[in-house]
């Protein structure tokens, strides 16, 4: 959704599902809900967000996540944290 991009603009974090790798076949491939690594990217570096919080991890991102995080940094020169179970993120106010 292009509107996604005017709601996180300039935030100084965002948290962004990464449930699905890269190359997608089957019933995932037709899957709206979430996006590939490289659009990950693409939408942090346009909507100009500070960090990148990578989450919600499944089975199929997480069997080679160092390929897809490389795929959003490919896409994204801002800060990129692949979220951990009960992480915090601080923020300066």
């Known amino acids: 959704?292009?509107?996604?991009?005017?709601?996180?603009?300039d935030?100084?974090?965002?948290?962004?599902h990464m449930a699905i790798p890269e190359v997608t076949s089957g019933p995932e491939a037709d899957?709206?809900?979430?996006?590939i690594p490289s659009r990950i990217?693409?939408?942090?570096?346009?909507a100009?967000?500070?960090?990148?919080?990578?989450?919600?991890?499944m089975q199929r991102s997480l069997k080679d996540l160092d390929k897809n995080v490389a795929l959003v940094?490919?896409?994204?020169?801002?800060?990129?944290?692949?979220?951990?179970d009960l992480q915090c993120f601080p923020l300066d106010t």
Do not use: C, M, Q, W
């Open 1 to 9: 959704n292009p509107e996604f991009i005017n709601f996180s603009k």
């Open 11 to 16: 935030a100084d974090i965002l948290v962004f």
């Open 31 to 35: 899957n709206v809900l979430h996006a």
């Open 41 to 46: 990217g693409e939408i942090a570096e346009e």
């Open 48 to 57: 100009n967000v500070r960090t990148l919080v990578l989450s919600h991890f």
């Open 73 to 84: 940094k490919e896409h994204y020169k801002g800060n990129v944290i692949p979220a951990k």
